[in-house]
Structure formats: structure tokens, C-alpha cells
């Protein structure tokens, strides 16, 4: 027996108080009982997104809530800029596609981002343009875009910024409000310690104006109808109940911590990842701000990275994630958000040690686990 352990970024450990409070008797959501439990949901949502708007939940994983953003605040026709560095950029420019929306590509080497200065330049020289899409940390590099800075750019102009936070959201700040974003996604199996299953979204005013003229279709991510609903605390289609109902209890977790806490712990769990990564001598991967969600690192010269994510799951029975699209054999990503503490790091380096002396890369045990250590143990 093998005890099993989930580091991939994405879908995440559930905490035993949430997956408990889920193993629940089905509730209908025509009853008082829902109701009650969307009030504390909806208010905790604000917290939790920084702003005063309201934050819809969509039964629908991700992408869904992506798709919905996209869908309620662009019309036919509409040209758009997409920062696009990695696989969940050029999602975007999938959905755009699939829209008939035109995409001006930002784009950057993966592993690099996209410079507030190319946005600028961007919004300056396309009178009209309607949107700056991005993602907050891209998954796919583990990356962390400036989206404080876009904001600053978008905000002075007639166009929106809509990110996709569903590897941010609860794991890096991003105080929607303060910064002046306009278009948060979020998923439910990332920082928020949930199953997959639910999507979640929400809009400033600003893009509540854009979503009284937009013209692309919908009809299940019809948000104008969703938010009529969620005012009065109730879903316009069946509500994921029981992923809901786990909402709740993740909730009450991130409130217990704190929102700053939550941030200054994924901020250490990754600064100790890639301490211990680069005392084994190996690259994190990113040449830009990394993500405090995962880490990206660069498997050792000759050694596909399949076989380390491989060893992970056969040797220990862990699972991890390998490079998407171009950066596959290259890659292996470590994920560290959510449920995640200081000793599971010290297990995915522990673990990695002994997969690489296995492979016959030249190691030195316990080196990785130190540099780890070393991050930990120093003050703040
Ligand atoms: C996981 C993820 C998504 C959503 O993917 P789904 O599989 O649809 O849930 C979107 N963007 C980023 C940055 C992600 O990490």
C-alpha cells in the first residue's frame, strides 16, 4: 500500500472538513435551506474576490466560466487583446475564435510575460478595442502576469480586462475592486480546495455595461439572468449543491487563515519549492515572475520529463503534472496550492531526490530537502 498524494496543479487535495461536509443528503435548491446556505456563500465570495459585486456560480468547470465571461461582455465583431505566453493564454484565443472574435495577439516565449508597456502600445494603437484578456498565474509555465499594471492601462480606457484568476484566486492577491479589474474567472479545483465542477465569475460595473450591448450568443451562461437570480439568493439552473455546500466550508478554512495568510503561504511553500529545486541544481522554469500556485522546472539535460512525473506516480504514488503542448518532455510542474503545508513541499523534493538518483542523475540527497528547510526556517 501507497499512500496516495495529489501535488498536481490542478485538481487539488480536499481538506477532510469539506469533503465531510459534502457527503451531505441531496437538498433541493427550491428551499429554505439553500437559500440559506447561498447568503453566507454569496457574501463570503465578495470577501474572497475583493470587490462588491456579485460573484456568480456556474456548474461548469474552468473553461465554462471563461467561455461565460467571454460571451456576456463581447459582441460579434469586437477586437480584442490576448496576452498569451502559454496553453491557457492561447485558450483564450480559442474561445475568441470559436466567437468570431478578433484576437490581437500579445504574445511572449512561454516561461516569459507579456511587458504592461506591449498593453500600452496596444490600447493606444487600437481605437475601439474592447477587451485585454489574460490569465493571472498561466498553469501551463507557471507564470504570474502583471495584472495590477493592466488593470492601470485598461482602467483609463473604454476597454475591460478580464482574467482568468482559476489558479490565482484565494492563492496570489488580486483585489478585483482596488485594482480595477473588470472580469475575475475562478474554478472551483485550484486554491479553492474543491472538486472540479464549478466555475465562478464576476463583473465591475464596467463590464456589467458591456454585457447590456453584447451580442454573442448564450443562453446557460446568460450572467444578466444568473445575477437576477443570485439576488435573490436562489440559481436560475440546478446548482452544483453538494460542491456548493463544500464552497461554504472552504470558506469559513480561508477566513479562519486570512486572506494575507493565505497569500504568505503559498508565497513561502513556493519560494521554498524553488529553493529546493535549484539546490538539486535543476531550473525553474519561468523567466518572469513565477507563480506562488506551482512550479515549473526544467527536467536535467537528456532526462524526459515524462519519466520523473512516471517515477512520481509508480515509485511513490504521487500524482504531478508534465509540460503542456510545446513544453511537453521538457517540463514537470509542482503543485503547491490550495491544501497545501511546508511538509508536503519537503515530500515532492524528498521524493524527487530519490527519483533522479534512480534515473542515475548525479544527486545529493537531502540537498533539495534543505534548501526547502532553509526558506522555512528563516523568520517571516
Ligand atoms: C485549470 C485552469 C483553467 C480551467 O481549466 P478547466 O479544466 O476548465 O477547469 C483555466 N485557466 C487556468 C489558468 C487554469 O489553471
Not at 501551463?140 to 499594471?149: E, F, N, Q, Y
Not at 439576488?231 to 452544483?240: D, G, I, L, Q, S
Not at 504521487?318 to 513541499?345: C, P, S, W
Request: aromatic share 6%; charged share 20%.
Amino acid at each position: 500500500m501507497k499512500k496516495y498524494q495529489l501535488m498536481a496543479p490542478g485538481p487539488t487535495p480536499v481538506p477532510s472538513e469539506v469533503l465531510l461536509a459534502m457527503a451531505q443528503p441531496m437538498i433541493h435548491h427550491r428551499t429554505p435551506e439553500y437559500e440559506a446556505l447561498f447568503v453566507e456563500v454569496r457574501a463570503g465570495l465578495k470577501r474572497l474576490f475583493q470587490t462588491s459585486q456579485d460573484v456568480l456560480p456556474l456548474a461548469c468547470s474552468g473553461t465554462g466560466a471563461m467561455e461565460a465571461a467571454l460571451v456576456n461582455t463581447l459582441s460579434a465583431g469586437d477586437t480584442v487583446a490576448v496576452v498569451c505566453a502559454g496553453k491557457f493564454g492561447e485558450r483564450w484565443l480559442e474561445l475568441c475564435r470559436a466567437y468570431g472574435v478578433r484576437a490581437i495577439e500579445l504574445r511572449a516565449p512561454f516561461g516569459d510575460t507579456v511587458a504592461p508597456d506591449r498593453v500600452a502600445e496596444t490600447l493606444a494603437t487600437t481605437p475601439g478595442l474592447a477587451a485585454v484578456l489574460t490569465q493571472h498565474s498561466e498553469s501551463s509555465t507557471g507564470v504570474l502576469h502583471d495584472v495590477r499594471a493592466y488593470a492601470a492601462l485598461t482602467a483609463k480606457t473604454d476597454a475591460i480586462l478580464i482574467v482568468d484568476a482559476v489558479s490565482s484566486l484565494g492563492i496570489a492577491d488580486l483585489p478585483m475592486d482596488a485594482w480595477g479589474v473588470d472580469v475575475v474567472v475562478a474554478g472551483s479545483q485550484k486554491g479553492l480546495m474543491l472538486p472540479p465542477g464549478l466555475g465562478l465569475v464576476a463583473l465591475s460595473d464596467k463590464a456589467w455595461g458591456r454585457a447590456r450591448a453584447s451580442t454573442l450568443p448564450k443562453y446557460y451562461f446568460d450572467l444578466a439572468a444568473e445575477r437576477t437570480y443570485a439576488r435573490k439568493n436562489e440559481a436560475h439552473f440546478t446548482p452544483a449543491v453538494s460542491i456548493m455546500l463544500g464552497l461554504r466550508q472552504v470558506l469559513r478554512l480561508l477566513e479562519t487563515e486570512g486572506l494575507a495568510a493565505t497569500f504568505k503561504r503559498h508565497d513561502r511553500l513556493a519560494r521554498a519549492t524553488r529553493a529546493g529545486v535549484e539546490a538539486l541544481g535543476l531550473a525553474v522554469f519561468p523567466r518572469a515572475t513565477p507563480s506562488p500556485a506551482l512550479t515549473a522546472v526544467v527536467s536535467p539535460a537528456g532526462v524526459d520529463s515524462e519519466r520523473i512525473v512516471a517515477a512520481y506516480a509508480t515509485d511513490h504514488n504521487i500524482t504531478i503534472a508534465g509540460g503542456q503542448g510545446e513544453m511537453k518532455g521538457t517540463l514537470f510542474r509542482l503543485g503547491h496550492m490550495g491544501y497545501a503545508a511546508e511538509l508536503d513541499v519537503i515530500v515532492a523534493l524528498a521524493a524527487l531526490e530519490q527519483i533522479l538518483a534512480g534515473l542515475g542523475q548525479p544527486v545529493d540527497l537531502g540537498a533539495g530537502v534543505r534548501g526547502a528547510q532553509k526558506v522555512f526556517t528563516d523568520r517571516g
